[in-house]
């Protein structure tokens, strides 16, 4: 059985900075892509970040320099650190694993439940 277990969301000001966790079980970690989506209220789910299993990454352009996307596979877990956060960063992150996984929410073959990340203003 597949788990992806999100931690580390809350409630932070603007310009702070927050660590998402995401410990996943019952794949075969190295193996996998590993990203980060999100979904504001009355939005649709959209990309974040990814770390491709050799350990390149991608990001969304409004998060490129805030956000750093990494991996621990020894410890089968992907992490989020947002800095300088904004208030539109506010939204439920939902960590994501697939073999194939792009930016896409179609490529996601596994989700997390997913965790409320608040940026107050």
Do not use: H
């Amino acid at each position: 059985q597949v788990q992806l277990v999100e931690s580390g969301g809350g409630l932070v000001q603007a310009g702070g900075s927050l660590r998402l966790s995401c410990a996943a079980s019952g794949i075969i970690f190295s193996s996998y892509g590993l990203g980060w989506f999100r979904q504001a209220p009355g939005k649709e789910r959209e990309f974040v970040a990814r770390i491709r299993s050799s350990g390149t990454t991608e990001y969304q352009d409004s998060v490129k320099g805030r956000f750093t996307i990494s991996r621990d596979n020894a410890k089968n877990t992907v992490y989020l650190q947002m800095n300088s956060q904004k208030p539109e960063d506010t939204a439920v992150y939902y960590c994501a694993a697939a073999l194939g996984l792009s930016t896409t929410v179609g490529s996601v073959r596994y989700w997390g439940q997913g965790t409320q990340v608040t940026v107050s203003s």
